[in-house]
């Protein structure tokens, strides 16, 4: 498995959690999984297993291997200082380094030439998302001898929205082939796309729902690359990400000082008096009957923070508070910064990531939002559901294929959804959720009806194992 990140050791988003959890769910079922990250700064871990010479733009480059081995999983650092040892995993701020094609066009070669070079063979090599897109283009372009011999491509779309898109010149930069300028390989308007070589070179596409693999085969969530999609729509799959129990479970989380479960609900509101107190918003009794919707995002407009801003004055006026923790585009984080500031009863905000306050926001929160404009899958919302956190969600993508709609009538559902991408239909729904909370017996089934779904890796690790199957058997 190659890819640009891996929990615990580098984490930007949901792809770490999915490259962590789906190779050790596969490692119980008796596969043996290797991952490919790079060496970022900060990961201090690994025993030099040996070097790789690859071609770069200044000609050949060593490069080295280090691995560690975790849960029957072998996670490989691919180790060049020159490109890894940096601050952060892709850019600072907005701004991508400007080297990227190079950076991750090594991290490509280094696994295709470390995998040939392997004393076993491997049977798939599985590519997640941009930065690895290069994995299935090399395999059928020289890669495929030695272990990889028989090694068939599977590659995985986390997020159509980044492509890797560079300018054409630098296939000729990275000694790739010409002819790979070509409407039926990389080139996209003009320029190259690593995840269109991904998309194309591989035996199979995944995506990490059904929903958003029907989704990205439109128009409106193609983001360009829905003819592409559509052209291999019969190789295409989505396979729900799983969700990792192991880390996420309120009834042994070390993040939390009471724990507690389906049958014992009381450890949630310790959860909201401590997270309240850590936050600073008011928690007295009073304060703690108030619904608290947390929030915990990339804060971009992926995340319908769009959406979220047209409701900055709106949100503190509700009969609510509000906690929100993320970090992304500075215009945000500027806002709701002021929003927190003059509202410091009702709306508390951190910028920054912090896995403990997550957890902690996940077991505090009586609601939680998630208002994206799309979604191929949504870690959260799941995270929530195992919290007896009732989310209020988007219907779409990962999101509308998780949680559903408590029915006015019946009062049946895990939680509340809106279809339409405006602020009118997201205040709505968070409307109707409040309206729900005011009613202790009918919130409690909501929040046990989410706790009782499963998410566990196991199904879907399954399905993966069985697509490595067909694509190696082919
Ligand atoms: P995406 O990968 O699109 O950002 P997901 O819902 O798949 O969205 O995954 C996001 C993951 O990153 C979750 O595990 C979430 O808890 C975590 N996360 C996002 N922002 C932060 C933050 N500021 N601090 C801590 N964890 C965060
Ligand atoms: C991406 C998507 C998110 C998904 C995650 C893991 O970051 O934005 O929806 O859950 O990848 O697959």
Redesign the pocket.
Known sequence: MVASEAAPFAKT???A?VVSALPRALARFGHAVDVVIPRYRGITTGERLGHVTVPDVDGPIDVSIDAVEHDGVRTLFVDHPGYYDRPHLYGVGNDDYADNAARFACLARAAIAWGAAAPEPYAVVHAHDWQAGLVPVLLRRGGGVGALRDAAAIFTIH?LAYQGLFDASWLGRLGLDADLVHMSALEYWGRISFLKGGIVFSRFVTTVSPQYAREIQTREFGFGFDGILRSRAHDLVGILNGIDYDHWNPARDPYLSVPYDASRLDGKDAAKRQLLELVGLPAGDDDRCRPLVGL???MVDQKGFDLLAELADELPRLEASCVL???GERRYEDLWRDVAARYPDRIAVRI????A??HRIEAGADLFLMPSRFEP????QMYSLRYGTVPVVRATGGLADTVRDVDAATGEGTGFTFAEASAAALLAALRRALARYRDPAAWRRIQLAGMRQDFSWDASARQYAALYERAYNK
Do not use: P, V, Y
């Open positions: 988003g949901g792809l959690d997020n915990i995002s990339r923790l993320g970090t920054g990531f912090d896995e306050l997550a899958c949504g870690l959260n």
